[in-house]
């Protein structure tokens, strides 16, 4: 039966360099290939790119921390091995590569008990079932926002039984307080630790989810940061410097489409629709609800922006553009705190002050339900009722 062993089954160690976590180290995978065909295990160790030697597979040094991790992964190498061979002798048969890579998940499950470990073993196991590489690097800056915020309570390691309402409140206190973080920003961190306390619960590491019943004890601000007509054509008639007009020309487009970001980011001429009026719109999906459509009419100002850049519009990182658009706030003498997502309110504002109906905007929007646009917009559309009352009276 060695001919199996020694030829039909190969074992690799090596680094994934797009899954670094918040200390800047690496995960060490581990591939199974029986006859071509590959099945990838975590083997639960990260390090640094300098500390792996590509060409042992192992960790360098000698002190304890090289030591240990070695010898989980050539622990992790001979259980793969042995169940290997067990499977080629009791059946008969070679194993399936994923075959073996389950029978290894199902003996080497063990209770993650620790906050953090939980949250990145969470953050692994949804990217290997639902692959998104935005989506894992957002939640790796929740767990080092978590790690930072941790090591100034001096708990490091809290336990996932300790995580109850009063460690919760201390944890979004300094979260909010002390790193500086809005509660809507919070509100998210919090709902991805709902989550994999719930992925834990369901692996049976903990018998109750405390955080479900937790509430956080702030409010968010619902102020409404938009620009009024005059500031809109501010920005839209200054000539800016090379530098600055792209980012100008793409708020310029929120500012008359509604767009997010992210749906800014993906639109090209693809999505451009004439109808048989001769009228252009819009038509895409918007990233943030996968199945709603975004239709939205597409005037003169923003045809001229789209046509400047031959309908691909230049891609900027969040940051570098949040960073441009407060130099053009500045340039312009605008006092307002302009970002990304001021663009979109800024459209649905413009909207309902020239008495568009509140079901269109939605529409436009692309919001779930008008009661979304009513929240959103309930400070505009106070406004807009007085100003009618007083027209009348």
Excluded at 132 to 142: I, V
Aim: net charge positive.
């Amino acid at each position: 039966m060695s001919k199996y062993f020694s030829l039909k089954m190969k074992i690799l160690l090596w680094l994934v360099k797009n899954k670094r976590n918040g200390k800047g180290e690496l995960p060490i995978y581990c591939r199974i290939t029986i006859n071509g065909e590959r099945a990838e295990v975590f083997t639960g160790i990260y390090t640094k790119e300098t500390d792996f030697d590509k060409k042992k597979k192992r960790i360098k040094g000698t002190d304890n921390g090289a030591e240990t991790k070695n010898r989980v992964l050539d622990k992790l190498k001979f259980d793969i091995s042995n169940a290997y061979f067990n499977e080629v002798l009791n059946n008969g048969r070679d194993s399936k590569p994923w075959e073996v890579k389950a029978l290894i998940s199902d003996s080497k499950r063990t209770r993650t008990t620790i906050l953090i470990s939980l949250l990145e073993e969470y953050a692994e196991e949804l990217h290997k079932i639902r692959p998104n590489e935005r989506r894992l690097k957002l939640h790796y800056r929740y767990i080092s926002l978590l790690q930072r915020t941790l090591k100034k309570l001096n708990k490091p390691k809290v336990q996932l039984t300790q995580c109850d309402h009063y460690f919760l409140d201390e944890m979004a206190h300094n979260i909010i307080s002390v790193e500086g973080y809005s509660v809507g920003h919070t509100k998210k961190v919090y709902g991805f630790i709902k989550a994999a306390m719930t992925y834990a619960f369901n692996r049976k590491y903990i018998d109750r989810i405390l955080i479900h019943e937790y509430r956080l004890p702030y409010t968010e601000k619902q102020e409404i940061i938009y620009l009024e007509e005059y500031e809109v054509n501010k920005i839209f008639n200054h000539l800016f410097s090379l530098t600055l007009q792209p980012y100008a020309d793409l708020f310029m487009v929120q500012c008359y489409t509604g767009l997010a970001y992210a749906d800014l980011r993906k639109l090209n001429a693809s999505h451009l629709v004439k109808d048989k009026n001769g009228l252009t719109w819009i038509n895409l999906t918007r990233q943030k609800i996968e199945t709603a459509e975004c239709v939205i009419p597409v005037i003169g100002k923003v045809w001229n922006i789209l046509k400047k850049y031959n309908f691909v519009l230049p891609v900027f990182s969040n940051q570098k553009y949040n960073a441009a658009l407060k130099k053009i706030a500045t340039e312009v003498g605008i006092r307002k705190k302009l970002t990304t997502h001021v663009g979109r309110k800024t459209y649905g504002t413009l909207l309902l002050n020239k008495d568009v109906p509140i079901e269109t905007v939605s529409n436009l929007l692309g919001h779930s339900s008008i009661r979304t646009t009513q929240k959103h917009y309930a400070k505009v559309l106070h406004m807009k009722i007085a100003r009618d009352v007083r027209l009348v009276l």
